[in-house]
């Protein structure tokens, strides 16, 4: 048995195929989606949700009483994103 007729090829085959299938099924999902934004004119592609900044690990800090310490920055960025989101959130309100 040589080249696509032993079992290994037929599976790794048909494993490519269903692997196709359902791609192109997530892709047809996500096209109406996709082309409402699109088409919708209040919805402005760079408006995208604020992220909130990543919480500094515990050993990020050295302990030895830094002014501005990573936990102070983080808190003043928490601050900011959530003024951020707050202002997302009402013009994604308005519309």
């Not at 494993?15 to 699109?38: D, F, K, T, Y």
């Amino acid at each position: 048995m040589t080249g696509a007729s032993t079992p290994r090829a037929q599976y790794r085959i048909a494993g490519s195929a269903i692997r196709r299938q359902s791609l192109a099924a997530r892709v047809r999902q996500a096209l109406p989606m996709h082309n409402e934004a699109m088409n919708d004119p209040s919805i402005r592609p760079d408006d995208a949700r604020p992220m909130p900044p990543e919480r500094p690990l515990p050993e990020d800090c050295c302990q030895s009483g830094c002014s501005p310490c990573v936990f102070d920055m983080y808190q003043q960025e928490l601050e900011r994103y959530e003024a951020e989101l707050r202002a997302w959130e009402a013009r994604r309100a308005a519309r």
